[in-house]
C-alpha cells in the first residue's frame, strides 16, 4: 500500500470517530497530522520540519487501541512512515 493511500485511509478513519465525538482533542490531533502528512506526500507542502514532531504512534498507544485495534495498528505503521519521511531529508 503507497503512502497516499494509507494516509488516507487512516485519516477517513479518524474522520469517522471524530463525527461521532466531536470536539475531541484526540481524534482533531490524529487528523491535522494525517492531513500534514498527506500533504507533504502530495507534495501541496514543502516545510519538512514538522516530521519530527509526528506523534501518531505514541498516541494510538495511549488512546486508540483499546477502542480500534486495526486502526492503532495502521497509526504504528504510519508513525514508521513518517519517521522514514524525517531521515530521508537528511
Not at 10 to 26: I, T, V
Not at 60 to 89: S, T
Request: proline share 1%; hydrophobic share 40%; with cysteine.
Amino acid at each position: 500500500m503507497n503512502r497516499i493511500h494509507s494516509f488516507s485511509k487512516a485519516l477517513d478513519r479518524c474522520s469517522q470517530y471524530q463525527e461521532k465525538e466531536p470536539g475531541g482533542w484526540l481524534w482533531r490531533s490524529l487528523i491535522e497530522q494525517l492531513e500534514f502528512l498527506l500533504a507533504l506526500e502530495r507534495g501541496e507542502t514543502v516545510d519538512r520540519s514538522l516530521l519530527a514532531r509526528i506523534c501518531i504512534g505514541a498516541m494510538a498507544a495511549k488512546n486508540v487501541e483499546d477502542r480500534d485495534e486495526a486502526l492503532a495498528m495502521e497509526l504504528y505503521a504510519i508513525q514508521e512512515e513518517a519517521d522514514q519521511m524525517n531521515e530521508e531529508r537528511h
